[in-house]
């Protein structure tokens, strides 16, 4: 049994300022009462949080105005709002060959956004770090902020990371992202960086802001290139021992499925294989080059009898997978994430309806509204959760007049 940690006046006062930002950063100006009735504080250290966060530049008191203008009794009460450019956030999706990174205010609105390929040869750790920094400014540049205004950074990558922040590299594939990005930024930058898996930032996302919202026990899978999810039980983001819960590499045993490529990646070479053949279809008008999956979504949606083909061979395949997951884990609800969920949305009446056939407790399954952006959406949450957590740490870069 892990050993508790003695409730010190200064973490208490940590954990209260942590408690007062989180309920600020979703609400408009508010009075004492209200960040009262939100964090169970009593009166008077709910004044003396929200004074020293005055004080540290984290919050702004805003002037007093009776209520209806009308006549009321007493002194009107104090309000409190959010500075919400005080600094800004980065979250980073760092894929095996594209790079995104938003920077968003401390409510979490995105001020700006850069996302490039990486270029050829950019194989080796300093060029790749150099390629991430790169993007960082661009989109620091979008959002006319400079890096001196950054409070945190959190990064997501398509391997395991663990408790203490580090890539779990035992294979080869998640070892291409391990890096050295934390020291290398914090040396360059003075950046605090957060390394995350990326499924498990896009359960942060997609529970904050998708079809997740509100649900306490949640599986997102990311689902266009290659499966992986991350989980969410009880309210809780679930790691394992060396963060690798959630891994979906057992679907190799799983009959029906035998590997963890994703839907993107299955709907375009099944529809190679099928223009490999003299069948007729209409995936081979329009002039494509490269079939994507998208184009077999449109053409399934046309009736082309190929393409029908294909959705139902990977409506099956997900709802093993889905299958598998609701098993083990019983969630309430599973999300299909990435890039591929608005065309995935077609699936879902397929995978529901076979789902009893794979699952003794089928979950209710949705697609995320997130798009491609879920991995960063979760990001921005996951480092504004930093900074709510040691705001009593950082120090503002500079005071910020409010227009």
Sequence with gaps: MAESVPATPQLLRRVSAGAVLEFMRASGAVTVTDVMAATGLTR??????????????????????????????????RRFELNERAGVVLGMDIGYSKVTVVASDLRGTVLGRSSRPFQAGEVGSRERIAFIDGVAMAALHAAGAEPGQVLAVCAGVAAPVDRHGEVVATQKFWGLFDLGLRPALKETRGWAVLLENDANLAALGDRWQGAAAGVDDVVVI?????????????????????????????LDLVEGVGDTY???????????????TPVPTALRNGGHGRVEAEHVFAAAAGGDAVAVGILDRLADRMARVVGTVATMLNPELVVIGGGVAQSADVLLASITER??????????????????????????RCALDYVEKNSLDLELPAPVIPV
């Design 44 to 77: 008077a250290t709910t004044i003396a949080v929200c004074e020293d966060l005055v004080r540290r530049g984290w919050i702004l008191e805003r002037e007093n105005q009776r209520e209806f203008g009308g006549y009321q009794k007493g002194r009107p009460a």
């Design 222 to 250: 990311l689902a266009s290139e290659r499966l992986g999810s991350g989980i969410v039980e009880g309210g809780r983001l679930v790691h394992g021992t060396r963060g690798s819960a959630g891994e979906l590499a057992y």
């Design 262 to 276: 994703g839907v993107a990646y299955l709907a375009r070479t099944w529809a190679a294989e099928a223009l490999a």
């Design 355 to 380: 789902l009893e056939d794979f699952t003794a407790t089928p979950p209710r399954v949705a697609v995320s509204p997130l798009g491609d952006s879920i991995v960063t959406v979760g990001a921005v």
